[in-house]
C-alpha cells in the first residue's frame, strides 16, 4: 500500500531476489522461515523432555494425544493413526504458523523500495497459489497412493471405473471427477481465505488506520488457525474414504 498514490494490491508472490537460479519470493522466504521456527522448536523442545513434565510439555502431549486418539477414531485404525499422524500435524503446523506469523507486528513493514514501489521481505505462505497448489497435491498424491497399497489397484480402481451397472458407471466418473476436483478445492480455498483476509486488512488500513484493522486482524488470526485445521482435517477425511472398500464391497 502506498499512502501517494493509494492502494495497491498484488495478486502474486514478489520476488525479491535469487540464489543459484532460482527465483526467491517473498512467500519462500516466509515459508523457510516458518520451517526453521518449526525445526527449532523440535530440537529444542526435544531437550527439555523430562520424567516429571512441565506446563509446556504437558500441553503437547496433550495436544498430540488428543489428535492422535481422533485419528485413530476417524481411521478405525491406530495403525493408520500412527502412520499418518506426522503428515496431518505438519500440515496444521506449518500453515498455522506460516498463516499466523504474518500478522505479528512489524513483520509486514520489513522489506525494500523498488522501481514498482514497497515490496515486503516476507508474506503469508497461504497467500501464494504455489504454497497452496504444492500442498495439495502432496494431500492428493498421499490419499490416491495410500488408497492402492491398502486396497490394491484394481480394487481402488473400481470405486471410479465400474461397469457393473450403468448407475455405479455414471457414479464412479461423478466420483473420479470430484476426486480431481479436490486438487482445486483444496489449494483455493486456503488462498482465497487468506489472501483475501490480507486485502480486507490493507483496505480497512487504507481507509480507517486506527481502529478498524485491529478486530480485522484478530478476526483473521482466527482464520488462519481455522484454515489450518480444516486443511489438516480434509487430508485426514478423504484418506479415511481413500481405504474405504469399493460400493457393494464389503469392508472388513
Not at 131 to 154: D, K, N, Q, Y
Request: hydrophobic fraction near 55%; charged fraction near 15%; charge should be negative.
Amino acid at each position: 500500500m502506498d499512502s501517494n498514490t493509494g492502494i495497491s494490491v498484488v495478486l502474486k508472490a514478489e520476488q525479491v531476489g535469487s540464489l543459484f537460479g532460482l527465483t526467491l519470493t517473498n512467500s519462500l522466504l516466509m515459508t523457510w522461515l516458518v520451517m526453521i521456527i518449526l525445526i527449532g522448536f523440535t530440537f529444542y523442545f526435544r531437550r527439555k523432555i523430562a520424567l516429571i513434565p512441565g506446563k509446556l510439555q504437558v500441553g503437547i502431549e496433550w495436544l498430540f494425544e488428543g489428535v492422535l486418539n481422533y485419528m485413530t477414531e476417524t481411521l478405525e485404525s491406530e495403525h493408520y493413526a500412527r502412520k499418518f499422524f506426522p503428515l496431518i500435524m505438519t500440515i496444521f503446523l506449518l500453515v498455522l504458523v506460516g498463516n499466523e506469523l504474518a500478522f505479528i507486528p512489524g513483520i509486514g513493514s520489513v522489506g525494500f523500495h523498488a522501481p514498482e514501489g514497497f515490496i515486503p521481505l516476507f508474506r503469508a505462505p497461504g497467500a501464494d497459489l504455489n504454497f497452496t497448489l504444492a500442498l495439495a497435491f502432496i494431500s492428493f498424491f498421499t490419499i490416491e497412493i495410500t488408497g492402492i497399497v491398502v486396497l490394491g489397484f484394481w480394487k481402488y480402481g473400481k470405486k471410479y471405473v465400474n461397469f457393473s451397472s450403468p448407475i455405479n458407471f455414471v457414479v464412479g466418473l461423478i466420483e473420479l471427477l470430484s476426486n480431481l476436483g479436490r486438487i482445486i478445492s483444496f489449494s483455493f480455498r486456503l488462498f482465497g481465505n487468506i489472501f483475501a483476509g490480507e486485502v480486507m486488512i490493507v483496505v480497512a488500513g487504507f481507509f480507517v488506520s486506527y481502529f478498524l484493522p485491529v478486530p480485522l486482524e484478530m478476526f483473521e488470526v482466527f482464520v488462519g488457525f481455522i484454515q489450518a485445521v480444516v486443511f489438516a482435517m480434509l487430508t485426514l477425511f478423504f484418506i479415511k474414504l481413500g481405504i474405504m472398500e469399493p460400493h457393494g464391497e464389503e469392508a472388513h
